[in-house]
């Protein structure tokens, strides 16, 4: 077999077909927009109800009402989490990280909202602060809290590695639903999603399209904060990579734990806000 048989060669009109602008698939001008001032004025007044510390290499659940906020902190050194969410009352009402992806880029900040899973797709939360929007993209290409990223498994180590590797995300975030809805392991995992993955530096290189992570920028006191646009089941796992600069679903980065608190508005501090109704299409299909 000639090297023109197997190795084609680009028409004359390559370079004219790759210099075509791209053009944006979800212009989101028309997405309905959270009131930021009315949330982060309401959180000024807002009391502590509760908080969870998840651990290292483990993970966590905890519940917040619609209207009510959470902080994920980072507390003793530079870790990174695997963020599940659903509807506590509809375990099938899910974060849809590819759709909030989609509509809001790879990475998540400030007044973005991370959507849920059809047929619901309503804003579950938004994000009201972000220690860490100052690190924007850098010149590799990352940036932080990404929604590209699906959370390590054991499942891909295995592939790759031969490896029975128990404590990387997927399996923590299992454990954790297992135990905070009471069922098995093989209920709760079919329910366990694609993550934001909070305070992870991530992005593709330029050469091979690669999914990469690079050390994160989170130190102790950083966080992100979300109001709960509805209400909601979290669950937190804290990621076998520590802060993802080497490796991950192992027991040699150093680890440490993020703290979860949950928060409370005052009575009257969200005047005029209501809970987002599901998503407004028919459901006919074109039948």
């Known amino acids: 077999m000639t090297e023109s048989q197997t190795t084609p060669r680009p028409p004359a009109d390559a370079d004219a077909r790759r210099a075509i602008a791209p053009v944006i698939c979800y212009p989101n001008e028309g997405l309905p927009q959270p009131s930021l ?18 651990p290292p290499r483990d993970a966590r659940c905890f519940e917040v009402p619609a209207g009510h906020f959470f902080r994920i902190t980072s507390v003793e050194g530079s870790q990174v989490g695997d963020l599940n969410m659903w509807s506590l009352t509809d375990l099938s009402e899910r974060f849809y990280s590819g759709k909030t992806r989609a509509l809001h880029g790879t990475h998540l900040t400030t007044g973005e909202r991370m959507w849920s899973s059809f047929p619901h797709m309503r804003p579950m939360a938004t994000i009201i602060a972000d220690t860490l929007d100052w690190y924007g993209i850098d010149e590799f290409g990352g940036s932080v809290h990404d929604v590209i990223g699906t959370r390590c498994d054991p499942y891909t180590g295995n592939l ?13 975030l299992t454990r954790a639903l297992a135990d905070h809805l009471g069922i098995s392991l093989a209920e709760a995992e079919p329910a366990v999603h694609d993550v934001l993955n909070v305070f992870m530096c991530t992005g593709f290189t330029r050469d091979t399209g690669q999914y990469f992570m690079k050390a994160s920028p989170v130190r102790p006191g950083d966080h992100l904060e979300f109001f709960a646009e509805i209400d909601l089941l979290g669950n937190l796992s804290a990621c076998p990579g520590g802060d993802c600069s080497s490796e991950h679903s192992s027991d040699t980065a ?31 299909h074109g039948r």
């Open 160 to 172: 790759l590695s031969g490896t029975q590797y128990h404590h990387c995300c997927h399996s923590n």
């Open 37 to 54: 001032e009315l949330y982060q004025n309401a959180r000024a007044g807002a009391q502590k109800t509760g908080e969870v510390l998840v």
């Open 254 to 284: 150093a680890c440490y734990p993020l703290l979860v608190e949950i928060f409370a508005p005052t009575e009257g501090a969200l005047e005029g806000w209501s809970s987002p109704a599901r998503n407004g299409y028919d459901g006919t």
